[in-house]
């Protein structure tokens, strides 16, 4: 769970479990105000959300619901809100114009973008119009061949229009139904890079015109996003780098600056990591409540046969099985991420959170030496069995009996996750919240969670 969520989840956990009074509420916004400033949302959001919760937090509630369930809640969607709330990116789109200052990985983004289309069934297209960085062509077209995406760049023309111009008719001579271009960086928004942007928009005339913005700005991405929106005009925005940086509030607050959805956020290095973003998605997974939903869209986006997809989604599974999921849940990202999806970090032992490559490869070797009914049936196990399957593999037998543990723990999780439906996963953030309020059960169709 990250800083700033570790700090949300105590500011509303102290709503839950205390006396809804003046002192609460006062304590329980002054937790908020730090989390929030301390993750560079700017202050005067902060101090507008503030404001909202002390004037709610003694109104009468509606039928039905008591005044802490509905402090609760109106806290937590105003926190969805100061967030950026849950827009949808669109479906089908004909071009996108990426923008962005050098280093914001805006070329890496449109490839991601391109891939996340394409894998949702559009034959997309990569437009390199970055004629300003040498590197900026070898990389996208890289990226492109890697990923069976149609590509188009020339790479000793340094007039990003012409290039834009004859690179729109190739690529819809080849059927490209949504085209992802990459404008140029510079280190700063100057002049030149205004001039060069608004041609290139005027040449491409998308609908949608998104700038890519790093997590790890901090309040200078509001700078940023103002300057960019009232030079060429942006109508979206992608964040990359919101997998390891505690700062992305900043970049979050920027998009509330200028009233632009925040429609991607970048979480890693491989391609299927960029992810539509859901503000209440989003605030469950970093207060450690899970990403269900996350979760299964990251599955869907690996290839995965049945067998891998079954270790995921059912209850009994063997080492076979367990051993599939270890390879599939590594091409998701590593493990802490997809426990933290499941809302599960907490409940694992860190030294399964904490296993590499390395280790990963050991259980492979120790399951390679395994009887097919011994991988069938673990719990036939026993003291020789675990001596032959470690001298057979090159291990010891203390590595042996740790990936047993490490199973009956993956099999135990494996089998929540599987019991939860989709409704669940829906509200396995707020759910999380108020678990311990017994009149929720009671009053569940009255009281409507997002």
Not at 379 to 408: N, T
Request: glycine share 8%; with cysteine.
């Amino acid at each position: 769970m990250s800083s700033l969520g570790e700090k949300l989840r105590t500011a509303m956990e102290r709503l839950r479990t205390s006396s809804l009074d003046q002192t609460t509420i006062k304590e329980t916004v002054k937790d908020l105000q730090r989390a929030l400033i301390a993750s560079d949302v700017s202050v005067s959001h902060v101090l507008q959300l503030s404001k909202k919760i002390e004037e709610l937090a003694f109104r009468e509630p509606s039928a039905g619901i008591n005044r802490k369930e509905f402090v609760i809640q109106q806290t937590y969607e105003l926190l969805v809100e100061l967030l950026g709330g849950n827009p949808k990116p669109p479906q089908k789109p004909d071009k996108i114009l990426l923008v962005g200052i050098q280093g914001s990985g805006k070329t890496t983004t449109a490839a991601k973008l391109a891939y996340y289309y394409q894998k949702r069934g559009q034959k997309t297209g990569l437009l390199c119009a970055d004629a300003f960085r040498p590197a900026a062509f070898e990389q996208l077209s890289q990226l492109a061949k890697a990923h069976g995406i149609a590509f188009y760049g020339e790479k000793n023309n340094s007039n990003a229009p012409e290039i834009v111009q004859n690179g729109l008719i190739e690529l819809e001579k080849q059927g490209c139904q949504t085209i992802v271009v990459d404008s140029a960086g510079r280190s700063a928004l100057d002049a030149d890079l205004v001039a060069e942007i608004k041609a290139i928009s005027g040449m491409v005339k998308a609908a949608y015109t998104w700038l890519v913005i790093g997590a790890d700005m901090g309040q200078i991405a509001k700078v940023q996003a103002q300057s960019f929106h009232e030079s060429v005009g942006v109508n979206g925005i992608i964040i990359t780098r919101m997998d390891g940086s505690a700062k992305g509030g900043g970049a979050l607050s920027a998009c509330a600056s200028i009233e632009s959805p925040v429609y991607f956020i970048g979480t890693g290095e491989k391609m299927q990591d960029l992810e539509s973003f859901e503000a209440t998605r989003y605030l469950s997974r970093i207060m450690g409540y899970g990403d269900l939903q996350g979760l299964m869209e990251k599955i869907h986006s690996i290839e995965l046969n049945e067998s891998q997809a079954a270790a995921l989604t059912e209850g009994n599974f063997d080492l076979n099985l367990f051993y599939s999921q270890l390879k599939a849940t590594r091409q998701m990202g590593p493990l802490n991420k997809v426990m933290e999806m499941m809302g599960l970090s907490a409940k694992l032992p860190p030294e399964l959170l904490a296993s590499g490559e390395e280790k990963l490869k050991g259980f492979g070797y120790l399951i390679d030496s395994m009887a097919p009914a011994e991988r069938a049936d673990p719990e036939i196990m026993s003291s020789s069995r675990i001596d032959r399957v470690a001298k057979g593999s090159g291990r010891k037998p203390e590595e042996v009996r740790e990936l047993l543990k490490q199973f009956k723990n993956m099999k135990k999780i494996v089998k929540q996750f599987s019991s939860m439906d989709e409704s669940k996963m829906e509200k396995e953030g707020m759910q999380g919240l108020l678990k311990n309020m017994g009149s929720l059960q009671r009053k569940r169709k009255k009281f409507k969670l997002r």
